[in-house]
Nanobody, 123 residues
Framework: QVQLVESGGGVVQAGGSLRLSCVAS????????MGWFRQAPGKEREFVAS????????YYADSVKGRFTISKDNAKNTVYLQMNSLKPEDTAVYYC????????????????WGQGTQVTVSS
């Protein structure tokens, strides 16, 4: 199994920045497609961003493209989500997730999930 632990969430004013980190256990990290999702209260979980196994290909939801950047450091077993120009509508619990097989990076099944980290953006 793969264990994922997110960190870096907090409270920030609109226009500010945060960087989320997700540390994965297991030597298979480098082979995994990693993704970030978020869920606001009363809303469905939504895709935010993902990176291929080697970090060479990235994908973003239209709502965050140009503001968020996903990166993957295989040497540190860590995936990051740099969030800039944050908006109140970005407020949500952010989850790190991983696929265990070759699937669509956006619509494929993510098999492993972290506990989530709260991001709150005030106006």
């Amino acid at each position: 199994q793969v264990q994922l632990v997110e960190s870096g969430g907090g409270v920030v004013q609109a226009g500010g920045s945060l960087r989320l980190s997700c540390v994965a256990s297991g030597r298979t990290f480098s082979s995994l497609t990693m993704g970030w999702f978020r869920q606001a209260p009363g809303k469905e979980r939504e895709f935010v961003a993902s990176a291929s196994w080697n970090g060479g290909r990235t994908y973003y939801a239209d709502s965050v493209k140009g503001r968020f950047t996903i990166s993957k450091d295989n040497a540190k077993n860590t995936v990051y989500l740099q969030m800039n120009s944050l908006k109140p509508e970005d407020t949500a619990v952010y989850y790190c997730a991983a696929q265990n097989s070759a699937q669509n990076p956006v619509f494929g099944t993510y098999n492993y999930w972290g506990q989530g980290t709260q991001v709150t953006v005030s106006s």
